[in-house]
């Protein structure tokens, strides 16, 4: 089976080759016949892909050490479902990943579309792609590479890849990466085919959103998992491969927010073509990033030889993309301007700006060493407090103009529309601030944020009910009724209203955990106490017991909060006989409010244990406000009718 694997993956190798080469030439040669064939290599590499990577399941499964990726990967004792993740572990089962996903997005969208031309160029394009991942997996690190002998037991899992994470941060990050690809590869086939209007938008919509979707789930997975694993208290600390995802989803979002102006008025193309290439580009950085180990993370996989295929590889593609748009400059001028500075449009290029330039004051933080000790010999470090200190005002801002831009209207706004659709939001805001300052909100950044925060909420539910006004006027049905026509005849605006709130909450916890985190580390003998905030914990208890293989060492510790039982929280220390250093398993007790967070950070002989404690407001809205953004999403993609903007009123619809 390790022969078929691999063998399919050289095979695919040819057949990629061959379905680019037969798509491009039957387009010139106006040859159905050669496009329909090179079409069926497309579905060939996908089949024998997925064949390779069910193989290369399997052989994680059964614990067949005799392959050097399974032993690197797993053990005998390691639970089903980390062995199937195991996949993902390594370098070159996650290039493998990336391919399945890749081969599998390139064969819908192939047969989705009859012969087009556009298809045809698209899809040669992300088989490009393909030949890259089959080129590196076939010569440079074949996943099914054995050993001479069989060993008995296999290295075992990273201990910290063994959490609910890692079934779902590394796949839904990598279906964000790999669906970027598609607006990317439409959008140069249409410069490629001087076609310049709206049409590639319109057909990779769904995809781009998609794409979004994934990503953001990626990114709050990941930072769920380094909650909950990593032991330090906190869900990001602007590592470099953290950045790697969060920069690609901040070019994303802009670019689905430009697009809506390319849409409705026929402007920005040179800016969003542009924009999309800029996000494929930066999803390719994000993995040379990661299979380089040039910069020192958690994440990383390491130093690796891969690293340089990936720059080659990200540089060609620059150079080739932005050599056809500035080729094409002249098809992609602009037949309309800004009308006013005041309008939705100029609201949503703002909104662009501050997006595009978050993601370069995050990818200058994060390729700022490697600057440095290209030019000093030594290297700097960029900590946190930088990326707090740049990226927080531009993140308030691109808040404030969430809140705003569903105020004002298309091409310009008059004084009154202005004064009448400001009004009632900023006159709470006001009363909020005010109300949130006497109850005791007293650090200005926060109160500031808070009060932005509260502007945006207003202001988004006042849209709400002002379209159900409308319709309750104009069809007689009562207020859920119309509420709930109003929503599902409009997905794609009301669920960007319902994404909107999501990130709102989540932002509300990212302020409330940053600005009002307390924490307290102390070493405590049986019977005493560390007091925090309203709580007070008593240790209890040390002791150790077996989880099969591993020894875990765990704390008991009874908590009070204002004098009230609250239970009992647990921390843990896993040792694993495969690994010298052990993990952190938290103990955390969350509300709506508030999370104790408590980690076991070290004990002696006696039993007098080192705890660090931390009270994390807010951090429960994080997870909550991801999952309605999630929801918001589904809501505005789910086919049918109200995809569009602007619904009709009529009596009894």
């Known amino acids: 089976m ?118 045809s160029y698209a899809s040669s394009i992300l088989m490009t792609n393909a030949v890259f991942f089959l080129f590196i997996l076939a010569f440079v690190t074949n996943p099914f590479e054995k050993f001479d002998y069989i060993p008995a037991e296999g290295a075992g899992m990273n201990p910290m890849l063994q959490n609910f994470g890692m079934i779902i941060h590394p796949v839904t990050t990598y279906l964000g990466y790999v669906g970027f690809a598609i607006p990317f590869a439409f959008a140069m086939a249409a410069l490629i085919i001087k076609n310049t209007d709206d049409l590639w938008i319109k057909i990779t919509r769904k995809w781009t959103i998609l794409a979004w979707l994934f990503l953001t789930l990626g990114n709050l997975y990941g930072a769920q998992w380094a909650y909950v694993e990593l032991g330090w208290g906190g869900y990001w600390a602007w590592d470099p491969v953290e950045n790697a995802s969060f920069i690609p989803w901040l070019t994303g979002s802009a670019f689905l927010h430009s697009v809506m102006i390319q849409e409705r008025k026929n402007m920005l193309k040179i800016w969003n073509v542009s924009l999309i290439t800029l996000t494929f580009l930066l999803t390719l950085f994000g993995t040379f990033l990661v299979r380089s180990g040039i910069l020192t993370s958690v994440h990383a996989f390491g130093n690796s030889d891969l690293g340089m295929f990936f720059l080659v590889f990200t540089g060609i593609v620059f150079v080739a993309s932005f050599w056809l748009i500035i080729d094409r400059l002249n098809m992609l001028k602009e037949t309309r301007e800004f009308e006013s500075y005041v309008s939705k449009e100029s609201s949503f290029l703002l909104n662009n700006l501050i997006l595009v330039g978050i993601a370069f004051a995050t990818f200058f933080g994060t390729i700022y060493p490697l600057i440095g000790e290209a030019v000093t010999g030594s290297r700097p470090t960029v900590s946190i407090p930088y990326f707090n200190a740049v990226n927080a005002p531009l993140g308030l801002l691109m808040v404030a103009l969430m809140g705003i831009c569903p105020l004002i209207a298309w091409r310009k706004s008059d004084m009154k529309s202005l004064r009448d659709n400001f009004l009632v939001p900023v006159a709470l805001s006001l009363v909020f601030m005010v109300t949130a300052y006497i109850l005791g909100l007293r650090k200005i950044y926060a109160l500031i944020a808070f009060t932005t925060v509260f502007f945006v909420t207003a202001s988004t539910l006042i849209e709400f009910i002002k379209g159900t006004r409308v319709r309750m006027k104009m069809t007689g049905e009562n207020p859920v009724t119309a509420l709930f026509k109003l929503m599902f005849k409009n997905r794609r605006r009301y669920g960007g209203y319902i994404i909107h709130l999501g990130l709102i909450m989540l932002i509300m916890g990212v302020i409330g955990s940053n600005a009002y985190e307390k924490v307290e580390q102390k070493t405590i003998d049986f019977g005493e106490t560390i007091t925090i905030e309203d709580y007070t914990l008593t240790y209890t208890n040390l002791a150790e017991r077996k989880e099969g293989k591993n020894d875990v060492v765990y704390a008991d510790l009874s908590v009070t909060k204002g004098g009230k039982e609250f239970g009992i929280v647990q921390p843990e220390k896993v040792f694993y006989p495969t690994h010298p250093n052990p993990s952190t398993e938290v103990g955390i007790k969350g509300s709506l409010k508030e999370d104790l967070y408590v980690i076991l950070a070290g004990w002696d002989k006696e039993g007098k244990a080192t705890f660090k404690v931390l009270v994390n407001p807010l951090v429960a809205w994080l997870w909550i406000g991801g999952y309605v953004m999630v929801i918001g999403t589904i809501f505005a993609l789910w086919p049918g009718r109200g995809a569009e903007v602007g619904p009709k009123y009529v009596r009894g619809s």
């Open 2 to 119: 390790v022969d078929i694997g691999y063998a399919s993956l050289f095979i695919s190798f040819f057949l990629a080759i061959y379905s680019i080469v037969g798509q491009l030439l039957g387009q010139k040669l106006d040859n159905k016949k050669l496009i329909k064939s090179a079409r069926g290599s497309v579905l060939a590499v996908s089949i024998l892909t997925t064949l390779s990577s069910l193989i290369l399941i399997y052989l994680l499964v059964i614990g067949d050490f005799s392959v050097k990726y399974i032993y690197d990967y797993t053990s005998s004792d390691l639970p089903l479902l980390y062995k199937i993740s195991a996949l993902w572990a390594g370098n070159a089962g996650s290039l493998l990943l990336w391919l399945w996903v890749l081969v599998i997005y390139t064969v819908s969208i192939t047969y989705s579309d009859k012969l087009k031309e556009l298809t």
